[in-house]
């Protein structure tokens, strides 16, 4: 595992974090789970966590969207929180398939969620990111009744979760890509964020040429990025980084794409001075969070960031 950090910061502990990934949710014996297989939480660590299946988080007319929350057992009043956000092309996937990841950050000391959002086959850009928003909104408007501390909520991704999560971290304040579903006198900006394999340069040449031909992008998009530059800007993370947006720390696997490294954003960041790094999972491929030794070297990655970013720890 190959780490690169950028204006690394102090060690702290991290409050709410959105979980944004793919893989399916597994359960372990009390065996311990193999380094080589399949991605398994251990019953142990599923025994000391609270959960909540299907909560509504936002509405539109007649059409609602559920989260799956989870928390420690017996933990403090407050605790920071992460929004996991499954990936599959943006038009595919469901909550349960980062209900992994956030089990296994919670069990790290965190409030987390993992949501569903509404996919391209139902709706185009920007509903996903709206979406989103109005998740991290909902987690605000139910803090007391969760245990959540408003000031420190962070969000993880993988694929199209990673782009999401991306994009929420550096949009906050752009009224195009709020939208609505509830909770509008809550903020939705975030204060850390871990993009996994994902896109955050939409207006970049390798992904003009992707767009041409890749049909989920034109799914999700409208159209190619020649057809509709503008969509694409908007849906580009870069586009909106400013020197006020959140810690940022990507993780991505050797064998994918170099663009997952999102080279553009972190020089970016480091003219802004926002702390910022990479760590590539050796070996890896894009969808590393299936297989539980690079799952748990993401974990080993995001952790010790989420409790710099979000709780302060040393």
């Known amino acids: 595992m190959n780490t690169i950090p950028h204006l690394l910061i102090a060690r702290v502990a991290l409050p709410v974090v959105v979980c944004i990934a793919s893989g399916l949710s597994g359960v372990a014996d009390d065996k311990p789970p193999s380094a080589d297989g399949k991605t398994v939480i251990p019953k142990a660590t599923l025994e000391q966590l609270d959960e909540r299946l299907d909560v509504t988080f936002a509405q539109y007319g007649d059409r609602t969207l559920q989260l799956d929350i989870f928390r420690p057992k017996d933990a403090p009043e407050k605790l920071p929180a992460i929004v996991c956000i499954h990936g599959g092309g943006w038009g595919k996937g469901a909550k349960i398939h980062h209900r992994k990841v956030a089990q296994a950050l919670a069990a790290e000391g965190y409030v987390t969620a993992s949501i569903d959002y509404r996919l391209s086959g139902e709706a185009k850009f920007p509903a996903h990111i709206h979406d989103c928003k109005a998740a991290v909104r909902f987690l605000r408007a139910n803090a007391k009744e969760f245990g959540i501390d408003v000031d420190h ?13 991306a994009l929420l971290a550096t949009s906050g304040g752009v009224a ?47 159209g190619s990025q020649d057809e509709v530059p503008e969509t694409y800007r908007l849906a580009s993370p870069l586009t909106h980084l400013d020197k006020n947006d959140p810690p940022v720390w990507l993780i991505t696997g050797e064998k994918d794409d170099p663009s997952t490294r999102a080279d553009s954003l972190r020089q970016q960041m480091d003219e802004f001075g926002i702390e910022n790094g990479l760590t590539i999972i050796k070996d890896a491929p894009h969808p590393f969070t299936v297989k539980q030794v690079w ?3 993401m974990l080993d990655a995001a952790v010790p960031f989420f409790n710099r970013a979000l709780k302060n720890e040393q």
């Open 295 to 297: 799952f748990d070297q």
């Open 176 to 222: 195009e890509l709020d939208g609505g579903g509830g909770n509008a006198e809550f903020s939705s900006t975030i204060q850390a964020v871990v993009p996994m394999g994902g896109q955050t340069d939409f207006m970049s040449e390798r992904n003009r040429e992707k767009s041409a031909s890749a049909a989920i992008w034109q799914a999700f998009l409208g």
């Open 153 to 165: 909520i962070g969000a993880i991704g993988h694929s199209a979760g990673g782009h999401l999560a």
